[in-house]
């Protein structure tokens, strides 16, 4: 595996499931990132991890809860989510030093909220 | 705060014309910026960037250069195929050291005619 890959490629859920999102990077990166794209709109950053720790949380609802392990892996905690969260959910990584600003982004999960 | 425009399109265009999609922005600091492609059903490709002014950043055969004075990014190519067919973001880093979340324009829907 190269890049960064996220599974599921494809999710659909109820309100009142649970379910998770998983970010796994191959770049040897320490920053990883979580953004929202929905349709007609820019992509959202939600959440910005550096080095296993929490930098950023743009007023994300608290249904939607970020865990990162290690500096490879990055999580998506949903709960009790509403159909307005339907999106293309995107990870990213970068080196996170302020010097190498590019992100990697991987494919997207496609979430349906029914 | 930062912000990005770009025009949304769609833009539709024939094999061979000569491209150019607006891109202008505002940032409190000195951002680097970015043009991502995304193609239907993936994530973003970063398709160019540039870290300060007067530089051009440029890869398969598009090209962009960063104009302090006038806050523009505009990407051009000078003959489209139809595999460029995709979705074009803007986006900057507006570097405060350490990891930063993009802030992206809403994408340009370019459609590529036979």
């Known amino acids: 595996e190269t890049g960064v890959t996220q599974t599921p490629r494809h999710l659909v859920m109820g309100m009142t499931n649970k379910k998770s999102l998983k970010c796994e990077q191959h770049l040897g990166h320490n920053a990883m990132y979580w953004y929202k794209q929905s349709a007609k709109k820019p992509l959202e950053l939600m959440f910005v991890y550096s080095l296993e720790e929490r930098v950023e949380n743009n007023s994300v609802p608290s249904r939607f809860s970020p865990e990162c392990p290690n500096s490879s892996h990055l999580f998506l905690h949903l709960h009790t989510l509403q159909p307005e969260d339907s999106a293309l959910y995107l990870c990213?990584?970068?080196?996170?030093?302020?010097?190498?600003?590019?992100?990697?982004f991987g494919p997207g999960t496609r979430l349906t909220v029914l | 705060g930062d912000s990005v425009t770009q025009m949304e399109g769609p833009v539709t265009l024939s094999e061979e014309a000569f491209l150019t999609i607006n891109c202008t922005y505002t940032?409190?600091?000195?951002?680097?910026l970015f043009w991502y492609v995304q193609y239907p059903g993936e994530g973003l490709q970063l398709l160019l960037k540039?870290?300060?002014?007067?530089d051009k950043g440029s890869n398969k055969g598009f090209e962009a250069t960063y104009r302090k004075e006038t806050t523009s990014f505009h990407l051009e190519k000078g003959s489209v195929q139809v595999s460029d067919s995709a979705v074009y973001f803007c986006a900057l880093s507006d570097r405060g050291g350490g990891a930063d979340g993009l802030t992206f324009g809403k994408g340009t829907h370019l459609i590529i005619q036979p």
């Open positions: 940032a409190t600091g000195y951002p680097s």
């Open positions: 990213a990584s970068s080196q996170g030093d302020g010097i190498t600003d590019t992100q990697y």
């Open positions: 540039a870290t300060k002014a007067d």
